[in-house]
């Protein structure tokens, strides 16, 4: 059992960490995976589900699962195939699961905040997962703290010693004396601001539940004998559901023995992240009715248009890159070709490089493919671009295997804010395009001609209305009104709260 309090960093699976750790691209907010399906193994089910969304969070993963008497579980920091393995998912035994993959947004990255989430109730227990960020957590705080009962503030800090969003939302659901899970939860959801899919359960029930401007993605699929809930389309067809539909923004959906049922506990005003087109979702996904990779096959399609320029070779920034860059060489009618080479085994090590030895080169997931790039007038195509780091590293990268000509085409515009709904991409200050303009970026990372889409063609190559989408961190516009700044922040409740008591390693949390 590793030390549970830990602090594991990088490691992400992103290849831009690969050449500088410190320059991190965007850090997605978590894959929440769930199963209704009697008669069937649904540890394993949710294993696999999970591990089709482990690109949405791998920081820690879990599984809790429900045999109708009690609820387990089980979670530990790393990835879904590091947490689990074949004893593990056995002993996990039930007719209903839930599971989730972590980044973090709010709270550390600590055992304690990893997910589901737990909470006894008044008649069983609750188990939690969240996909997203909110943005009242100070608000919530205050409601559990005004919980009748046992003081607000140990509830807060709870067995767990959790400082996260997502437990303060388990401690309000699990707060129902006079009610059902099913009313409460019609109660709480209302009152949520920010980002939110959440599934959860009880002993005999799945829920799921979608922030009304739907910013992150959420469907609902059906198994021979049961019902599935998943971040994204793939985790269905990896496990051999069908898609059913995606779940409604402002929609409640439960799963018990008597079916499925729906509740509309908000009018929707859909508000999708389009940063998911870009980059965040797999390519096999389909939101809102658009596959992702024609989406980035077009916007690289739309770079070429906007930024054209006489060149021998266009390579993508595997993997991320590749749609854009595959769009790009089709409209451009360049030869289409990998210049690095990604390591397969990457996110399977936590162990970064000392300063030192990234000082000697050492690349621990992308190498350049000299005889491809000698000689030649290269465009390199990346989805976006964060504090500039990495790309610096990669043009020099490609210059010092030989490109007579470094051109640098970004499948999303210059990216100037942050992201308070469950993405980590940086401070403001840090961003380079809050300074800079494209020409004096291009310069700053050494490459010849550096060209991000517009904001149109972006939005464009979604099929998508451009007053469904949100585009925050491009414009600035957010579309669900922020506190002051003083009230965000990822670790707003760490720094409101004194630390529990450190020391509850055990993985396996066993309500009798
Ligand atoms: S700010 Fe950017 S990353 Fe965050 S939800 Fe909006 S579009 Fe997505």
């Known amino acids: 059992m590793p030390d549970a309090t830990s602090k594991r960093k990088g490691g992400d699976g992103r290849l831009t960490t690969a050449i500088d750790p410190h320059d991190q691209g965007p850090q997605d907010a978590c894959g929440v995976f769930g199963v209704w399906a009697p008669g069937e193994d649904v540890a394993k089910l949710t294993y696999f589900g999970l591990y089709a969304l482990q690109h949405r969070g791998q920081e820690s993963a879990g599984i809790a699962v429900s045999n109708g008497r009690q609820i387990l579980v089980y979670k530990d920091m790393g990835l879904v195939s590091q947490v689990f393995d074949e004893s593990t998912l056995d002993s996990l035994k039930g007719h209903l699961a839930i599971g989730h993959s972590r980044y973090s947004t709010t709270g550390a990255s600590t055992w304690h905040n990893a997910q589901p989430t737990f909470r006894p109730t008044a008649d069983g227990s609750i188990a939690l997962g969240h996909n997203g960020n909110l943005i009242n957590t100070h608000e919530l705080r205050e409601m559990v703290q005004a919980l009748p009962g046992p003081a607000g503030e140990l509830e807060i800090r709870g067995v767990e010693g959790a400082t996260n969003d997502t437990s303060l939302v388990t401690a309000l659901l699990a707060h129902h004396p006079d009610t059902s899970l099913e009313q409460r939860a019609l109660e709480v959801l209302p009152q949520l601001r920010g980002a939110y899919c959440f599934v959860w359960m009880n002993e005999h029930t799945l829920y799921a539940a979608r922030d009304p401007q739907g910013i992150r993605p959420l469907v609902l699929g059906r198994l021979d004998r049961g019902w599935v809930v998943a971040s994204e389309d793939a985790a269905l067809a990896t496990i051999g559901a069908s898609v059913v539909r995606e779940v409604e923004p402002g929609e409640m959906i439960v799963i018990d023995e008597n079916g499925l049922r729906s509740h509309k506990f908000a009018e929707p005003a859909r508000k999708g992240c389009v940063f998911e087109y870009v980059y965040l979702a797999r390519p096999d996904a389909t939101i809102s009715g658009r596959n992702v990779h024609e989406a980035r096959v077009e916007m690289g399609r739309r770079l070429a248009r906007e930024f054209p320029v006489d060149a021998d070779l266009v390579m993508p920034v595997p993997e991320s890159g590749t749609p854009a860059a595959s769009g790009y060489a089709a409209e451009s009618g360049i030869p289409f070709g990998q210049g690095f080479v990604k390591n397969a085994y990457v996110g399977r090590t936590f162990i970064q ?46 210059r010092e295997a030989g490109a007579l000509e470094v051109h640098v085409r970004i499948s999303s515009p210059p990216v100037k804010w942050p992201c308070f709904y469950g993405i980590d991409f940086a401070t403001r200050a840090e961003l380079i395009a809050n300074g800079l303009t494209p020409e004096e970026i291009a310069a700053s990372v050494g490459a010849d001609t550096l060209g991000y889409i517009s904001l149109e063609g972006m939005i464009e190559a979604t099929d998508q209305p451009a007053d469904s989408l949100c585009q925050a961190c491009f414009t600035g516009q957010y579309p669900i009104e922020l506190p002051d700044e003083s009230l965000l ?23 009798p």
């Open 489 to 511: 922040g990822k670790h707003l409740l760490e720094a409101t709260l004194q630390s529990p008591t450190m020391g509850r390693a055990l993985p396996v949390l066993n309500n």
């Open 353 to 398: 490089p000392s300063q030192t030895l990234r000082q000697l080169g050492i690349r621990l997931k992308l190498n350049a493919l000299e005889h491809m790039i000698r000689g030649k007038r290269i465009v390199v195509v990346d989805d976006s671009i964060v504090r500039g780091n990495t790309q610096r590293a990669q043009v020099r990268m490609l």
